[in-house]
């Protein structure tokens, strides 16, 4: 059973940092891509950061290059999400996500909130 499971939200002030962390069970996670998502109140939930199964390879959402990094360790089956110079509009619900045997998982969430 593939289960997603993050933590690290919060309350922060615009400026700050904040890490997620998702830990992952249930399949092989050293082969598979993680992603993270989020979605704010009143809009569609949007991609925010993508890592290949080993790591070598990241992508990010133009809206947050450069203050988000994302990173996976394989021995910990976890992938994080390292958040610095958050705005006020990076306040949502951050979503871990996984395709596995042609299913979509996702983690049950974490907040971010962000005040300026």
């Known amino acids: 059973q593939v289960q997603l499971v993050e933590s690290g939200g919060g309350l922060v002030q615009a400026g700050g940092s904040l890490r997620l962390s998702c830990a992952a069970s249930?399949?092989?996670?050293?082969?598979?891509?993680m992603s993270w998502y989020r979605q704010a109140p009143g809009k569609e939930r949007e991609l925010v950061a993508v890592t290949t199964s080993a790591g070598g390879s990241t992508n990010l959402a133009d809206s947050v290059k450069g203050r988000f990094t994302i990173s996976r360790d394989n021995a910990k089956n976890t992938v994080y999400l390292q958040m610095n110079s958050l705005k006020p509009e990076d306040t949502a619900v951050y979503y871990c996500?996984?395709?596995?045997?042609?299913?979509?998982?996702w983690g049950q969430g974490t907040q971010v909130t962000v005040s300026s």
């Open positions: 249930g399949f092989t996670f050293s082969t598979h891509a």
């Open positions: 996500h996984t395709s596995y045997l042609w299913h979509q998982y």
